[in-house]
């Protein structure tokens, strides 16, 4: 442990070592804010940094330590949260220009129980505007890049929470996952991300994008790690009418339970003959290594996968042009100038406050709700969603886990997708349907391109079974030992 | 059935977003690409399928008949662009 | 030619819950500008809603208390659409599977009875206010108020049965009756828990089809959705009488000018792009909550009415100006009970004293006193009422006061007798003329009996006495 810089240390080893009183938290918390002024300047992880809140806070936590106090198991760790969370006092922008100086009335339930864990907030991280994006390039805060190659994206939308925690900036964050968006920035960061099932983490303070799809969750640096903060903000809440009155299992305990016996569904739909080979590579590499600890690769099929873009394209935007309208400019957040009538107030705040992918979603989703096209689009996605659920019903009746790639790519350029919003959609197509099917999925690193660039597997759940996963990533993690904290020194 | 720039303008009104001319070309193009691909959707049966409106199968919870108040009165008009008193301050509709 | 109006009534009823639908800021009136609101309500970003539990039951009483069909499952939706009152710029409400479906209630119009299908009810939320600024018509902005957002509203379409503004009247109020007695509105239209837009067309007698229907808002009382539905009647009546189409529109009712108006042009059309709301998971009633709700309706106004003409013979308007509070109603036979008095003569007590009752100020047992003293003669009608006005001003006991206050009625003949005499002695020219033939002059005797017992004398009786002594 000596020799480990602190930034590099899994959160498991700094919560241990303030428990232990090896280090307080107020030199965890020095070192992560002085290697984010050093570094975050070149990377654009953090939206909002909160260096004398966090440095009170670590000394709190410290007093608590002497005096025999132990909140949770983060307490005295520093980790940041995607800025799409809502927290008191703290502004909150979603890196959209409508909400840029907008201060939350209130915490986000995901806020509360991080802090009663008794975690140390660094600050807020940046994203893709309003959650929507594959890249992290569409903030109004400029692009993240990702700390592996400065040149390229570390995907989206919680890019900025992936890149913070692969830079050795935060012990671990929490993000958000509407269509792949803690998965696949985990896998391009070469770090662990996990969505939960719908209904595992309360929403309520997350700020909308598609609410039958959103679920917060953890992105760290190791399995254990994410099991930890999963297990921190996970559990039932009254003020979330679709949070589910599950009891929270031992998610750090599911970690060690090995693979013996599971049944691995392998989809022929996700393992294609156009695919990147090294991202093919790298996951068959998991694959075997999951196999000669006992487990057991069933080939499966999941039909109506081709569709779930398409359906993802309709009820992504569909919910999100209704949660995004009350940024009207009458409430909260910016407003335009000069306008000279109600509608035109509105009209131009919205039209100067998003950015274009956002428009674009609105209007899509507009479109799509609209008199006419309702059934034709809406009605038939929500149809479809029904068989893809189906399929994944069907599958899970012979197998545990199902093992995929995360992304179809390891991280791509800075600007190489921004012209054309098909192919950005393209990014998110092994992640999509877990969101649909409301199943959860988790990615952990298991290979590198040639370019040295991360590559993730993937693997997806029954509902409510997070231990499965756990189980089966902790397992992947422990065969292939890989570098989480990029070598970037800025 | 592509989209046509009418239809674009009638949706930015409905979803309140400015739009010029141009701007309303350079959508229209956008989402006519978007919207011909996810009509593949269209080659699905879907005839005796039952949607799926909400991601979790129960029923929406309750809570009591009980008040408990806010009590912060400022936090929610602290953002306010424009303001008057404790009112939210907006222009006038005016008639087009 | 000859038209018949076909009209359909949407209420809006607000619930008298204490909290609102969604959060649990407070649904009281009359709090000062924003002050009954939380982030949830004024929709701020990250919120989520979650239902009310006694809205759902007031809804479902209502269904039961008008026969409509509770859905097992409903589900919220959002209908979307812009205004500064709006905080979600969607309101939560139910499109096409509403809380229930396929009721009725039956009212009566001219001594006929007629059933009125309920289409369906629904929940919502209400919306705030928007007021506009500066009380001069150059004001540049609007100020909004977000006190009222989320008040739990309840929609009860009717089916378009109605066909004269009597019954539109007759429907609205037989409603808003059903609705107070279930104690889930206080049906106030003036005040706005109870509002009414109307959807009116006409057509030629014996047509099948329905003719163009406008919409009527803006009617905040009973009697202004008759005049409104009066004059859009004839309107269109004349509209079809000149030639000319119906457009099918929003108009809205002009108390002052006594006439409808049309907001075309005002309005844009609204594609309210519904779709069920993600955040809430569908309404599930299950059968045993159904039943055990049921177990809670009162006896509603249409069949109080009819007992209380049947049991007690009481006119039907006497029976329907009772009904209109079950407290009154209550009252009433409570009231009867104490004494077993004239229930026609109960009725009239209660009913002239029903502000009295319904402010708690009188109780039974004083009305069954008053109309038992009446009976029997031992006051009279003039000086039970001031007793009564003394009960309300002192709160005694009414015979006490009427002891105190020394209002008994004198009505035995043979106390009277001396008096009589008296007056027949004194009066001599009068009794002859009497015996003459002038019958009249028997009042004046009777004032004069009553002015030498200082009006305490039971007039009847006096009468009686005189009739008999004078021949």
Redesign the interface.
């Known amino acids: 442990m000596a020799d480990i810089p602190v930034h590099e240390w899994t959160l498991l080893t700094a919560a241990k070592a303030v428990r232990d009183k090896k280090i307080s938290s107020r030199e965890l918390t020095r070192a992560l804010l002085s290697r984010i002024e050093r570094i975050n300047p070149k990377i654009n992880a953090y939206v909002t940094v909160l260096p004398e809140a966090a440095m009170r806070e670590a000394e709190a936590r410290d007093e608590e330590i002497a005096r025999g106090i132990v909140r949770g198991p983060l307490h005295g760790v520093p980790v940041a949260i995607k800025d799409i969370f809502c927290t008191k006092g703290i502004r909150t922008t979603c890196a959209s220009r409508i909400l840029k100086d907008f201060d939350p009335p209130y915490d986000a339930t995901v806020v509360e129980r991080i802090r009663a864990a008794g975690a140390v907030l660094l600050g807020k991280q940046n994203m893709d505007e309003f959650a929507m994006g594959s890249s992290t390039e569409t903030s109004c805060f400029g692009p993240v890049l990702n700390p592996w190659a400065t040149d390229r994206i570390p995907g989206g939308s919680s890019g900025g929470t992936a890149a913070a925690v692969a830079a050795g900036t935060c012990f671990a964050g929490v993000g958000t996952d509407t269509g792949g968006s803690i998965r696949q920035p985990a896998s391009l960061c070469g770090v662990v991300g996990m969505k939960p099932t719908y209904g595992r983490v309360s929403r309520y303070g997350m700020i909308a994008f598609a609410s039958s799809l959103d679920q917060g969750g953890p992105i760290a640096r190791t399995v254990p790690d994410a099991a930890v903060v999963l297990a921190a903000i996970a559990g039932y809440d009254r003020r979330d009418s679709t949070s589910v009155d599950i009891p929270v299992p031992d998610y750090v305990a599911a970690t060690g339970r090995g693979v013996k016996g599971m049944r691995v569904g392998l989809p022929r739909e996700y393992f294609t003959e156009g695919q990147d080979a090294s991202v093919k590579a790298a996951v068959t590499k998991a694959l075997t290594s999951l196999i000669s600890l006992g487990a057991e690769g069933v080939e499966i099929s999941l039909p109506h996968t081709g569709y779930a873009l398409s359906t993802y394209y309709i009820i992504a935007p569909a919910e999100a042009s209704s949660n995004l309208a009350r940024y009207d400019g009458v409430r909260y957040g910016y407003r335009a100038d000069g306008a000279k009538g109600l509608i035109e107030m509105m009209s131009r705040t919205r039209a100067e406050g998003f950015g274009e992918e956002v428009k674009r979603r609105v209007m899509i989703g507009t479109y799509a709700l609209s008199a006419g096209y309702y059934d034709a689009y809406y009605g038939k996605a929500q149809k479809v969603r029904t068989l893809l659920r189906r399929d994944f019903n069907e599958a899970f009746a012979r197998v545990d886990v199902i093992l995929t790639p995360t992304a179809p790519t390891p991280a791509f350029r800075l600007g190489e997708k921004v012209d054309d919003p098909l192919t950005m959609y393209l990014s998110d197509i092994y992640t999509i349907p877990a969101n649909l099917a409301g199943i959860p999925g988790i990615s952990v690193p298991c290979g590198m391109s040639p370019d040295g660039l991360p590559i993730g597997a993937q693997l997806l759940g029954k509902h409510f079974d997070e231990e499965s996963l756990l189980a089966a990533a902790a397992a992947i993690e422990r065969e292939i030992p890989l570098r989480r904290v990029a070598p970037f020194e800025g | 059935m592509a989209i046509t720039r009418e239809e674009v303008l009638h949706v930015a009104r409905l979803a309140r977003l400015s739009m010029s001319p141009a701007e309303a070309d350079k959508m229209r193009e956008q989402l006519d690409n978007i919207l011909a691909y996810i009509r593949q959707l269209d080659r699905l049966d879907t005839t005796d399928v039952v949607p799926t409106s909400h991601a979790v199968e129960m029923g929406t919870p309750f809570r009591d008949d009980s008040v408990h108040p806010f009590e912060e009165k400022e936090e929610i008009l602290k953002n306010a662009p424009d303001r008057e008193g404790d009112f939210f301050r907006v222009p006038r509709i005016i008639e087009d | 030619m000859e038209f018949e109006a076909v009209i359909g009534l949407e209420v809006h009823a607000q619930l008298a819950?204490?909290?609102k639908i969604f959060c649990?800021?407070?649904a009281a009136f009359g709090a000062?500008?924003?002050?009954?609101?939380?982030?949830v309500c004024?929709?701020?970003?990250?919120?989520?809603?979650?239902?009310?539990?006694?809205?759902?039951e007031f809804a479902i009483r209502t269904a039961l208390a008008t026969s409509c069909k509770v859905r097992e499952?409903s589900?919220?939706a959002?209908k979307?659409y812009?205004y500064?009152d709006l905080?979600?710029?969607?309101q939560i409400s139910q499109y096409e599977m509403p809380l229930a479906v396929s009721g009725h209630i039956d009212i009566e119009v001219e001594g006929e009875t007629r059933r009125i299908g309920i289409t369906r009810i629904h929940l919502e939320e209400d919306a705030g206010k928007l007021?506009?600024?500066g009380a001069f018509a150059g004001?540049?902005?609007?100020?909004?108020?977000?006190n009222r957002c989320s008040v739990p509203l309840m929609e009860i379409v009717s089916e378009p049965d109605m066909r004269t503004p009597e019954e539109g009247g007759a429907y609205l109020r037989h409603l808003r009756d059903i609705l107070v007695y279930l104690e889930v509105c206080d049906g106030n239209m003036e005040e706005g828990s109870f509002r009414c837009d109307a959807n009116v067309s006409v057509r030629p007698k014996g047509q099948k089809e329905f003719g163009i229907r406008a919409e009527l808002k803006n009617m905040n009382s009973f009697r202004n959705v008759e005049k409104a539905l009066e004059y859009e009647i004839r309107r269109q009546i004349e509209v079809n009488l000149d030639g000319g189409t119906i457009v099918q529109e929003t108009r809205l009712w002009d108390a002052d000018a006594g006439v409808t108006v049309s907001m075309r042009?005002?309005e844009e059309a609204h594609?309210y792009?519904?779709?069920?709301d993600?955040?809430?998971?569908?309404?599930?009633v299950d059968r045993a909550w159904v039943e055990e709700l049921g177990k809670t309706i009162p006896e509603l106004p249409g069949e109080k009415v009819a007992r209380l003409v049947s049991r007690y013979g009481i006119p039907r308007y006497d029976a329907e100006l009772l009904s209109s509070s079950r407290r009154l109603a209550d009252f009433f036979e409570a009231s009867v009970a104490a004494f077993g008095g004239n229930p026609k003569v109960t009725a009239n007590e209660c009913i002239q004293w029903k502000d009295a009752v319904a402010a708690g100020k009188l109780s039974p047992e004083t009305i069954a006193h008053v109309v038992e003293d009446r009976e029997t003669g031992k006051v009279s009608a003039t000086a039970s009422r001031k007793l009564v006005e003394l009960v309300i001003e002192t709160g005694k006991p009414v015979r006490q006061l009427r002891d105190e206050k020394g209002l008994t009625q004198v009505s035995d003949a043979g106390a009277l007798e001396a008096i009589v005499d008296k007056v027949i002695a004194s009066n001599p020219k009068e009794v002859e003329s009497y015996r003459g033939g002038k019958a009249g002059l028997l009042s004046f005797f009777v004032g004069q009996v009553m002015k030498e017992t200082r009006g305490k004398a039971n007039p009847k009786v006096v009468q009686e006495v005189l009739k008999a002594k004078l021949g």
Do not use: W
Request: net charge positive.
């Open positions: 819950t204490e909290s649990a800021c407070s000062p500008p924003n002050e009954n609101t939380c982030p004024t929709g701020m970003p990250g919120v989520l809603p979650v239902l009310n539990r006694r809205v759902v499952k589900v919220l959002r979307n812009f500064p905080p979600k710029a969607y007021v506009h600024a004001a540049q902005t609007s100020l909004a108020d977000l042009g005002k594609d792009r519904y779709f069920p993600p955040d809430l998971l569908p309404i599930h």
